[in-house]
């Protein structure tokens, strides 16, 4: 028995070394009197040395990011991407990634941009920086056309509301638990299945962004004869692309381009594109 | 755009080979430390044993999901190895493979009866002739059907890796589901992707246990 015990103890104590190891070493890179180690993309790149960029998005979130059937992503953020990188002869290497754990894999150095909808807001931005915003959306509270109550009414009914894990919309539905309204979330790992459990009677109703729905629903038109917005929550909220705080340079291009391409006709054709106009 | 599923099919068939890797280099590396352990842990000192029990404990105990952040997040960055996605799933898969796979081939040892070891000793042979002539080929045999199940978990547990964006059946699934608005088919479709697998997987164990078994001697009682 005793040396069952000092076997887990000896293995505890070799997973936390490593996990203190990992976090001191962290916390040193961040002493030693910048506010943070040149990164990757910090300086300009050596003269006639290609740029690669590592571009981490999340495939389950159209019309910004989705994948087509020959294994490449598509939607209004690759485009937008593929622009700012033709710009510069940036060469892209696509990496899909899980949306909960996307910003450690940036942090990580495992991704160099996410261009995936991601909303710049103050948590985030405590840990990666964003670019210039490029799309504005505001939260819904969506729910079947023949439910007829209000937005309180529903919120405040004891009934499901559905929303994807670890989205704004989750942030949305965690506030209003916090202010004492009285429903219970239901949690799911995308847009397109909380909007499918409202359809089908798991949930009462769902809470979603104007950015997924509005584009989901005029190429689905089957849902939107069935669906309506009870009302919205909130200020409209903005997305950007992040990077890692060090890498100045390369943030400092993507601002530069997608200004450029903002202020161009091409901007408005991507939009009308992806049925986000 | 707008894609129909069976534009799809392709894509999700593509997420096989990754799948079957995942559980080839899982199971492998399973085997090449399960073995090994079960050896130490059935024929080794008592103290030994009950660290081997420990590494057991703490990798049967853990879920997959968590000893592959474990590992991806903190174990290996901490010690300075930058593994891709896939290398840290086969890492988590292998090692949560080898617990239970020495406890296959423990079990498969202690099935074979004592008496074996004592007559290999008395025709000469020394402790390490008699298990790997005679002790670890008659284990593999034995072990081969529970084996051939814990391919079975793996099959399945390698969807867990799609966390890290490894580009398994279900990961591909789960796009396709976002891509079409289809709740239910690109999933079934995985499903049946994953019974065809474990029904072959199986199949193939099932004809080398055939082929191999050693005829009485398996489940044979003492009369």
């Known amino acids: ?102 910003v450690t894999a940036l942090e990580n150095g495992d991704i160099d941009v996410i261009a995936s909808g991601m909303t710049f807001n103050a948590p985030r931005s405590q840990k990666i920086w964003f670019s210039v915003p490029y799309y504005s959306y505001v939260h819904q509270l969506v729910v079947l056309r023949e439910d007829g109550r209000s937005l309180d009414e529903i919120l405040n009914s004891g009934e499901y509301v559905a929303v994807q894990i670890g989205s704004t919309a989750d942030e949305w539905a965690d506030r209003l638990l916090k ?32 950015a997924f729905l ?16 009870a009302g919205e929550l909130g200020a409209p909220n903005v997305y950007a692309i992040a990077t890692r705080p060090q890498d100045k340079w390369l943030r400092d291009r993507i601002n530069e381009a997608l200004e450029e391409l903002m202020d161009s006709p091409v901007w408005n054709e991507l939009l009308r594109k992806w049925g986000l106009d | 755009m707008q894609w129909k599923l069976l534009d799809y099919i392709p894509f999700l068939i593509n997420g096989v080979p990754w799948t079957l890797a995942l559980v080839c280099f899982g199971l492998a590396m399973g085997f090449s430390i399960g073995l090994p352990l079960s050896v130490i ?57 080898s617990a239970y796979q020495s406890q296959i081939f423990r079990s498969a040892f202690l099935s074979i009866e004592s008496g074996q070891l004592l007559a290999a000793r008395s025709i000469g042979m020394s402790d390490s002739q008699a298990l790997i002539n005679v002790l670890i080929p008659q284990a593999l045999r034995i072990a081969l059907p529970s084996w051939s199940n814990e391919y079975a978990v793996m099959l399945k547990d390698s969807s867990i890796c799609f966390a890290l964006g490894v580009m398994e059946i279900l990961t591909r699934a789960k796009y396709v589901s976002t891509a079409t608005g289809l709740a239910l088919f690109p999933f079934l479709i995985a499903g049946i992707l994953y019974l065809v697998l474990t029904q072959v997987g199986v199949g193939i164990a099932e004809l080398v246990h055939r082929r191999f078994r050693i005829p009485g001697t398996v489940g044979v009682s003492n009369c």
Request: proline share 6%; net charge positive.
């Open chain 2, 41 to 97: 842990d059935t024929f080794g000192s008592k103290r030994v044993a009950r660290v081997i029990g420990a590494y057991v404990w703490f990798f049967r105990g853990t879920p997959l999901l968590v000893l592959l952040s474990l590992l991806y997040w903190g174990v290996l960055p901490s010690l300075g190895i930058k593994a891709s996605p896939f290398l840290a799933s086969v890492l988590a898969l292998g090692l949560r493979s």
């Open chain 1, 214 to 229: 509005g584009p989901y629903l005029k190429r689905n038109p089957q849902v939107e004869a069935k669906v309506r917005v």
């Open chain 1, 1 to 102: 028995m005793v040396g069952r015990y000092l076997g887990v103890l000896l293995l505890g104590l070799v997973i936390g070394l490593a996990l203190g190891y990992a976090l001191t070493g962290s916390q040193a890179r961040s002493q030693d009197g910048c506010l943070y180690k040149p990164g990757k993309f910090a300086y300009p790149p050596e003269e006639g040395k290609e740029v690669v960029i590592v571009y981490g998005f999340d495939a389950n979130y159209p019309p910004f990011t989705l994948m087509q059937p020959n294994g490449t992503p598509v939607g209004f953020d690759v485009d937008v991407m593929n622009l700012i990188a033709r710009k510069y002869g940036w060469k892209i290497v696509y990496k899909p990634w899980d949306w909960s754990t996307i």
């Open chain 1, 179 to 210: 202010a004492g309204y009285n429903f219970k979330k239901l949690g799911l790992d995308s847009y397109v299945a909380a909007l499918q459990a409202l359809l089908d009677g798991r949930a009462s109703a769902f809470i979603t962004d104007s």
